[in-house]
């Protein structure tokens, strides 16, 4: 069966029969949460060391044809390169480190591939791995684990130069391998109003990953973050976890960059609470020249990330002048030192010469000081990438 996005209901490839996710809970054994009731990531982080190999593999046995299927171990699902069955592997999932909340797609990837085809089509420059009508085939939904971190700064300091922040609800990356930061927090945000209660049924026909960054590291970096935001309402002396600003002509920022690495005191952050989610996301991921460019679209939203376009490339038309070049000079060498007796052995110095050439051309090329040119769309300029700021909200004392 597959996750239907339009009908928010499986439905069997088979059959055609769908199903609520209810009744896939009530008779199939599905299990809703594995967690003891008191719960909680963050006291969670105070005993529990959670290291994780980005590189191991895992190998599985497909449950419907027996094929051989090997995936990264932060792998969620998978698919079988055989039959093209949708495993979940369910132990990413179960126990303690089962997400709390799933966020299922609204938007589907026909809705990126439009856009991204409208979008393309005002390049006419752009490079033919950009316009290919396949191109929008490489669309790719994932489901992106998230930590969804609030807290309170600055309880307990009685400064009235100070006010309290709260941080409600940031969005922490838990995994960067398959959407960097800079994609992620330009698709935000999401409505978190419309997350239900994780179910393994949502996530067949899509690849999904556990977190790779625990919660203990996802907090300590926000917390640094939020620590900058604090300190910096006042430049004056003040002495922080031992560490004492020295001179009042040393600026704010420039301390608070000595301060990275020590965490907040606990009297400083209070109220904390972070829960785990998946999130939608539709990748597109094209690789021109050696480089990879990203589209991506909030599956929740519609929400479109668009990625610099560059020119059709100089570097072939200077590659193949190099070349002509390096020939013109051989064959001026050869004209000059030939005679008729040498004509029938040149076919073989003749074709060592020319593959000798084309690799001679691209190291030149390699050499030469050219830069990429892009196009400047004024989409991409307008993108704003939220940070911690956003979900920022001050309160005096």
Not at 134 to 163: H, M, Q, T
Not at 276 to 290: F, H
Not at 352 to 375: Q, R
Request: proline share 4%; aromatic share 16%.
């Amino acid at each position: 069966m597959k996750y239907s996005i339009k009908n928010e209901m499986l439905s069997c490839r088979f059959c055609c029969n769908t199903y609520d996710l209810e009744y896939i809970r009530s008779h199939f054994n599905e299990v809703t949460d594995e967690k003891l009731s008191d719960f909680d990531w963050v006291d969670r982080t105070k005993y529990v060391w959670e290291p994780y190999d980005q590189d191991y593999l895992e190998e599985f046995r497909c449950p419907s044809c027996g094929g051989k299927i090997v995936t990264k171990a932060f792998y969620g699902t998978a698919k079988c390169p055989f039959c093209k069955h949708d495993v979940i592997i369910s132990s990413d999932f179960d126990g303690d480190i089962r997400p709390d909340k799933v966020i299922p797609f609204k938007i589907t990837s026909g809705e990126l591939a439009e856009k991204y085809t409208e979008y393309i089509k005002q390049f006419r420059k752009a490079p033919n791995e950009f316009t290919d009508k396949d191109v929008v085939k490489g669309i790719v939904g994932f489901y992106i684990p998230v930590w969804r971190y609030s807290c309170l700064c600055g309880e307990g300091n009685s400064d009235p130069a100070y006010k309290q922040l709260w941080v409600r609800d940031y969005p922490i990356l838990a995994n960067d391998t398959d959407i960097s930061k800079e994609v992620f927090y330009t698709l935000l945000p999401y409505e978190y109003s419309e997350a239900m209660e994780f179910t393994d049924s949502c996530l067949t026909g899509f690849y999904a990953s556990r977190y790779i960054i625990g919660a203990e590291n996802a907090m300590k970096t926000a917390d640094f973050e939020i620590k900058k935001i604090y300190y910096s309402q006042k430049k004056v002396k003040y002495k922080y976890n031992s560490v004492e600003k020295p001179d009042e002509n040393i600026s704010t920022e420039k301390f608070i960059d000595k301060l990275e690495g020590i965490k907040l005191d606990t009297e400083n952050t209070s109220y904390r609470k972070l829960s785990y989610y998946l999130m939608p996301v539709w990748l597109l991921n094209i690789i021109c020249d050696g480089e990879k460019f990203t589209f991506a679209m909030n599956g929740q939203t519609g929400q479109m990330r668009v990625d610099k376009i560059p020119k059709k490339s100089r570097f072939k038309f200077c590659y193949w002048l190099i070349f002509l070049i390096i020939q013109l000079l051989i064959a001026f060498f050869i004209a000059i030192n030939l005679t008729n007796d040498m004509i029938p052995t040149l076919v073989v110095p003749v074709s060592f010469w020319i593959f000798l050439s084309y690799y001679a051309a691209k190291g030149i090329l390699n050499m030469l000081p050219l830069k990429k040119a892009y196009f400047k769309p004024k989409q991409f300029v307008r993108q704003k990438i939220r940070s911690v700021k956003d979900y920022i909200e001050w309160e005096h004392w």
